[in-house]
């Protein structure tokens, strides 16, 4: 997984968007959660000086096919980001397929309308 600087991360997200439109993998998967910025476990025992981080981070991952790229956001470029991110899936969520709606059965019985004849 490529862990990238968040521009970078959403023009790659972009082209990840348009995969589909030129044969590429169908489905793009994007999930968020919160980061502490460990990249090892924690360990059983902590040394006396061991600090928890005070800022906090949100780890973005996206998937498509064997392409995974991700990112960290910080606190403070929340905002910067949300509008960017929420730019990049307004304008690439036009390729979405439609869900088949399943047909409906005519009611048998006493629901049908009732007709009369008038000579």
């Not at 600090?51 to 990112?71: N, Q, Y």
């Amino acid at each position: 997984m490529t862990l990238l600087d968040n521009d970078k991360f959403l023009s790659e997200l972009g082209k990840l968007f348009q995969r589909p439109k030129l044969g590429g993998s169908q489905s793009v998967s994007i999930t968020m959660k919160p980061y502490n910025g460990q990249t090892k476990p924690t360990p059983k025992n902590p040394k006396p000086g061991y600090v928890a981080p005070d800022e906090h981070l949100c780890l973005f991952r996206a998937t498509s096919g064997s392409e995974k790229i991700s990112t960290v956001v910080q606190a403070k470029e929340v905002n910067k980001f949300h509008a960017a991110y929420s730019q990049v899936l307004r304008s690439n969520t036009d390729n979405l397929k439609k869900r088949e709606k399943p047909k409906k059965k005519p009611a048998a019985g006493g629901n049908a309308p009732a007709t009369t004849t008038v000579n």
